[in-house]
C-alpha cells in the first residue's frame, strides 16, 4: 500500500511540464465545488466524465507507471 510519503517522492521526481497535469488530476480526486470551476473547465470536466462512461480512461497504476517512464 502507498503511503504520503511515498507519493511525495513520486510527485516529487516529476518533471515540471507533468506538474500541471497531476495538479489537475488531484484536483479532479475532489469534489469540484471546493474549486472555482470556471465554464471551460467544467465542459472539460462533464468531457472526461463522458470518457469514463465510454471506458476511455487510465487507472491509477496505469498514471502512475507512465509518471515513473518519464
Not at 22 to 31: E, Y
Amino acid at each position: 500500500m502507498i503511503d504520503r510519503e511515498e507519493l511525495h517522492q513520486i510527485v516529487d521526481k516529476l518533471p515540471e511540464d507533468k506538474l500541471p497535469r497531476m495538479r489537475d488530476f488531484f484536483r479532479h480526486l475532489f469534489d469540484e465545488d471546493e474549486f472555482e470551476v470556471n465554464e471551460k473547465t467544467k465542459k472539460e470536466i462533464d468531457q472526461a466524465r463522458e470518457r469514463v462512461e465510454n471506458g476511455d480512461y487510465v487507472t491509477l497504476d496505469e498514471l502512475l507507471k507512465e509518471s515513473r517512464d518519464v
